[in-house]
């Protein structure tokens, strides 16, 4: 039966996980992409090149990649509740360590490395996989409205950052962030993040019957490599970092180098996180309603439109634009990930789905790589970020085509 939001299995109320999970998101995610705050206080001070140091968010973005399949693994063999508080300890001291760097080398250790795995650990995978293990109806609404938390953190944590930054460094703002993420996380998953004894059964109304079959046992992900919806999901997720990276990483030097405040470009950067929480649960419905593949297309034109709002400051310079730019982006931002969980959920359910996630997000993973080193690079080559943009929203097209591609099979009458 359907878990309800009311009761829950084992006397533990699947809101409450839901609440922690959305914490959770809304922490990680938020240092995570805070990057883009402190790289141009890490430009203003050591003088490197921006596609040198955009590199620290690519080798991020590359050892989760990495890591998501031992993650995945992590989870179904440990559960998702001890490799989260492994991330989060991780997560929090990395950024503790973070305010310590003095070199390209101690950026791309802290920074790209461990503070990677931490985020990998702790966010994303446990949390779908979770939500996959308790809920069997409403997969979309309840991803949306978990992951509703990663915005949050984008709209709490990047204008805290900088105002930090302003008033007491960077040094500072670091040691503050972490110190904050593991006095918070370190309780909250210990006490709210809990699995159901009996797992929610896969949904299988739709699918073909050699697919309902494999469901009823069970994917494993060498099941799941042979498949064309995996291949499919795996380009989405390779295809929404190209869409979307180059631009979150360098929007705010971007913003500044057209002679916005850095504090104003700020609070954008969080009306942007604001407008993601709203963006993710609402396609989370959406895709429950109309589609997912359909969800996932409005929302990659949200972003193409973003985009296009942000590089219309190169020929009219005005707040109006980085605030269209807020609105469009931030809608679509972050909203594709909910709907590639929901929709492998329904694909490969089974214990070892988090596995099977986890070798999705391998795409994810170098997709991320490639795209903040990219913008960086373009801007270091033509001195300008108008290329890197502009190849970003091509991306939004190819990403909306492999989400039809995955479309489940539907049973023959």
Same mark, same amino acid.
């Given at each position: 039966?359907?878990? +309800?939001?009311?009761?829950?299995?084992?006397?533990?109320?699947?809101?409450?996980?839901?609440?922690? %999970?959305?914490?959770?998101?809304?922490?990680?995610?938020?240092?995570?992409?805070?990057?883009?705050?402190?790289?141009?206080?890490?430009?203003?001070?050591?003088?490197?090149?921006?596609?040198?140091?955009?590199?620290?968010?690519?080798?991020?973005?590359?050892?989760?990649?990495?890591?998501?399949?031992?993650?995945?693994?992590?989870?179904?063999?440990?559960?998702?509740? #001890?490799?989260?508080?492994?991330?989060?300890?991780?997560?929090?001291?990395?950024?503790?360590?973070?305010?310590?760097?003095?070199?390209?080398?101690?950026?791309?250790?802290?920074?790209?490395?461990?503070?990677?795995?931490?985020?990998?650990?702790?966010?994303?995978? /446990?949390?779908?996989?979770?939500?996959?293990?308790?809920?069997?109806?409403?997969?979309?609404?309840?991803?949306?409205?978990?992951?509703?938390?990663?915005?949050?953190?984008?709209? @709490?944590?990047?204008?805290?950052?900088?105002?930090?930054?302003?008033?007491?460094?960077?040094?500072?703002?670091?040691?503050?962030?972490?110190?904050?993420?593991?006095?918070?996380?370190? /309780?909250?998953?210990?006490?709210?993040?809990?699995?159901?004894?009996?797992?929610?059964?896969?949904?299988?109304?739709?699918?073909?019957?050699?697919?309902?079959?494999?469901?009823?046992?069970?994917?494993?992900?060498?099941?799941?490599? #042979?498949?064309?919806?995996?291949?499919?999901? &795996?380009?989405?997720?390779?295809? $929404?970092?190209?869409? @979307? &990276?180059? @631009?979150?990483?360098?929007?705010?030097?971007?913003?500044?180098?057209?002679?916005?405040?850095?504090?104003?470009?700020?609070?954008?950067?969080?009306? *942007?996180?604001?407008? +993601?929480?709203?963006?993710?649960? @609402? &396609?989370?419905?959406?895709?429950?309603?109309?589609?997912?593949?359909? +969800?996932? $297309?409005?929302?990659?034109?949200?972003?193409?439109?973003?985009?296009?709002?942000?590089?219309?400051?190169?020929?009219?310079?005005?707040?109006?634009?980085?605030?269209?730019?807020?609105?469009?982006? !931030?809608?679509?931002?972050?909203? #594709?990930?909910?709907?590639? *969980?929901?929709?492998?959920?329904?694909?490969?359910?089974?214990?070892? &789905?988090?596995?099977?996630?986890?070798? %999705?997000?391998?795409?994810? !993973?170098?997709?991320?790589?490639?795209?903040?080193?990219?913008?960086?690079?373009?801007?270091?080559?033509?001195?300008?970020?108008? $290329?890197?943009?502009?190849?970003?929203?091509?991306?939004?097209?190819?990403?909306?085509?492999?989400?039809?591609?995955?479309?489940? #099979?539907?049973?023959?009458?």
């Amino acid at each position: 039966m359907p878990t +309800s939001l009311r009761s829950g299995r084992d006397g533990v109320l699947p809101w409450r996980v839901v609440a922690a %999970l959305w914490v959770t998101l809304a922490i990680a995610s938020g240092l995570y992409f805070s990057f883009p705050i402190f790289y141009v206080a890490l430009l203003a001070e050591f003088g490197w090149s921006r596609g040198a140091t955009a590199a620290a968010f690519s080798i991020s973005s590359v050892v989760q990649g990495v890591l998501s399949p031992v993650v995945g693994m992590l989870v179904d063999r440990f559960g998702p509740r #001890r490799v989260m508080l492994g991330g989060a300890c991780l997560l929090g001291g990395a950024c503790v360590l973070s305010g310590q760097i003095g070199s390209l080398w101690a950026l791309y250790l802290v920074t790209g490395v461990l503070a990677a795995a931490g985020v990998c650990a702790v966010s994303w995978i /446990p949390s779908g996989a979770l939500i996959a293990r308790w809920f069997t109806e409403r997969r979309g609404s309840m991803m949306g409205l978990a992951f509703s938390g990663m915005g949050v953190g984008l709209l @709490v944590i990047g204008p805290l950052a900088q105002w930090l930054i302003a008033g007491y460094g960077w040094r500072v703002a670091y040691l503050v962030l972490g110190l904050g993420t593991l006095i918070v996380l370190v /309780p909250l998953i210990s006490l709210g993040v809990r699995e159901p004894t009996v797992v929610a059964p896969p949904v299988r109304g739709d699918l073909s019957a050699p697919d309902a079959e494999r469901a009823s046992a069970g994917w494993n992900v060498g099941d799941a490599v #042979r498949t064309r919806a995996f291949w499919a999901l &795996f380009f989405a997720y390779l295809c $929404t970092p190209l869409a @979307v &990276f180059s @631009v979150v990483t360098h929007q705010v030097a971007f913003a500044v180098d057209h002679g916005f405040p850095a504090l104003f470009v700020a609070g954008i950067f969080g009306l *942007t996180g604001l407008l +993601s929480t709203v963006g993710r649960i @609402v &396609f989370g419905f959406v895709a429950d309603w109309i589609g997912r593949a359909t +969800s996932a $297309t409005i929302s990659y034109g949200c972003t193409a439109v973003g985009t296009l709002c942000l590089l219309s400051l190169d020929v009219w310079p005005q707040a109006a634009g980085l605030y269209a730019y807020a609105i469009f982006f !931030g809608l679509g931002f972050g909203a #594709r990930g909910p709907i590639i *969980t929901a929709m492998a959920s329904q694909l490969f359910p089974g214990r070892r &789905f988090g596995a099977i996630y986890g070798a %999705l997000s391998v795409g994810n !993973g170098i997709g991320g790589g490639i795209a903040p080193w990219f913008g960086g690079v373009v801007h270091d080559v033509t001195g300008s970020y108008r $290329t890197a943009f502009l190849i970003a929203v091509s991306f939004c097209v190819v990403g909306s085509a492999c989400f039809w591609l995955a479309r489940p #099979r539907r049973r023959n009458a």
